[in-house]
């Protein structure tokens, strides 16, 4: 294999390309640097580009012979449509249309979506499938949504896959480290969504899942969520924190009108400054759904993908990493 990563800095992406690099794959990765700079480091190669400037993925010369594209940059994070549009869908066009010129042959490119592309389910009893019409909740799902149209919805000279991970944590992920934090002294704080449900996976089990599509024909083409089957709510995940803290847990659940409105301030803050803070009205949106719930049973049924981390097991993990 000659894989090229994009997001190789990040949580799922350096996860993914350590795991590459550990079996013996010629890895590249495209990084968000001085376009036309090499570096060698570590087992594989940085390729600085540009991800605005399709030409700058033509020129770095990483994708004219791999063999397979792991596109797992992203924002998560933006003030308008606009700004994700810019950080979701525009690379996933330039670097499409950067591979019909220089590497037509490509033997899979696998897209690294999300959940929220899809919506949320309407109960724990009925988990979101890929057979379902996708119906986003906010803007961040509907720009991973139209990144993925852009291979659904054209004539490809390869094949792709696309995969929309569950809630992802694990050793390196930066997102439940404040929920940690939060919850050292036993102080369960829920924003509203005590009694809300989601799916989860452990980064170990998402990344091997997401190599197992890669490399299987049944894959190619179709789309799939990998997630733990077993749903869990947030007082769950709060309690198992909490007793891997040996602490007594006293929970407070705010109200999702009081949180909106302190995420407005939030937005008044952004629009001030340009900088998106982690409390925000797109952030209500998401959390407003009480089921983000959804099954992988395409992808147990078509590659055999069976995760193997407990969520109890997976957070101790993260836990150990966070110290």
């Known amino acids: 294999m000659k894989p090229v990563i994009t997001g190789s800095n990040g949580f799922i992406g350096s996860m993914l390309r350590n795991k590459l690099v550990a079996e013996g794959a010629d890895v ?3 990084v968000r640097s001085h376009p036309g700079s090499q570096t060698r480091s570590e087992g594989y190669t940085s390729f600085g580009i540009n991800y605005a ?11 004219n012979d791999a063999t397979h594209v792991f596109h797992v940059a992203g ?11 810019q950080g979701n869908v525009l690379p996933t066009r330039n ?3 950067a591979l019909q010129r220089v590497n037509p042959g490509l033997q899979r490119f696998i897209l690294i979506s999300s959940q929220a592309a899809a919506g949320p389910a309407a109960s724990t009893q009925n988990p979101k499938t890929e057979a379902e019409s996708p119906v ?21 000279p390869f094949p792709y896959t696309i995969i929309r991970p569950a809630a992802v944590y694990g050793p390196r992920d930066v997102d439940f480290l404040a929920l940690f934090k939060q919850l050292k002294n036993g102080l369960g704080i829920y924003p509203g969504n005590r009694k809300s449900y989601v799916s989860t996976i452990y980064v170990d089990d998402l990344v091997n899942g997401i190599l197992d599509a890669a490399q299987h ?8 969520f990998l997630t733990n089957e077993v749903a869990v709510s947030w007082e769950q995940i ?3 924190i909490a007793d891997i803290w040996s602490s007594r847990l006293f929970e407070i659940n705010l109200p999702i009108g009081i949180i909106a409105a302190v995420a407005k301030l939030g937005d008044l803050y952004s629009k001030v400054t340009g900088k998106v803070t982690v409390l925000n009205s797109k952030k209500i949106d998401l959390a407003r759904p009480k089921y983000w719930v959804c099954s992988s049973e395409q992808a147990a049924h078509d590659f055999g993908f069976k995760p193997q981390m ?6 101790k993990e993260t836990f150990d990493w966070y110290k």
Not at 137 to 153: M, N, V
């Open 28 to 30: 590249r990765c495209l």
């Open 53 to 63: 400037d399709e030409d700058s993925l033509v020129s770095s010369g990483a994708l």
């Open 75 to 85: 924002v998560t994070k933006a003030l308008t449509l606009n700004g994700f549009r």
């Open 95 to 97: 670097l499409i249309n």
């Open 136 to 156: 986003p909740a906010e803007d961040y799902g509907l720009s991973k949504l139209e990144a993925e149209q852009l291979l659904t919805q054209a004539s490809l």
């Open 217 to 224: 024909s049944q894959a190619t083409d179709k789309t799939y």
């Open 238 to 240: 709060y309690k198992h």
């Open 310 to 315: 407990a969520l109890a097991a997976g957070l």
